[in-house]
């Protein structure tokens, strides 16, 4: 049996993760495809889509290689004018 054969449709999502520090925003190109805002308080949020859970762990493992300490990691709704932290200017609103 191949992984695909484990992949469900419902695998894929759009995930919010957040981490303690502050990344600059030149690292969206170390983690492809990820938008990353900084907020206030000293952390990053990270909001991407990923297309199933081995490429939630793969990223959760390069913030890990970073040292940088997880926060929370949620998985939310795809309509990005819902979360203000996705927005397309990559400030924190």
Do not use: C, K
């Not at 206030?40 to 909001?47: E, P, Q």
């Not at 490429?55 to 929370?72: F, K, T, Y």
């Amino acid at each position: 049996m191949t992984h695909a054969a484990f992949t469900q449709p419902h695998d894929a999502g759009w995930y919010e993760i957040r981490v303690q520090g502050r990344l600059d925003p030149r690292w969206s190109t170390y983690f492809e495809g990820v938008h990353l805002t900084s907020d206030a308080d000293g952390t990053t949020v990270l909001t991407s889509q990923v297309i199933d859970q081995a490429a939630l762990h793969g990223l959760l493992a390069g913030l890990r290689d970073l040292g940088l300490p997880l926060v929370s990691v949620a998985r939310i709704d795809p309509n990005p004018v819902d979360h203000p932290h996705h927005d397309t200017t990559g400030e924190a609103t």
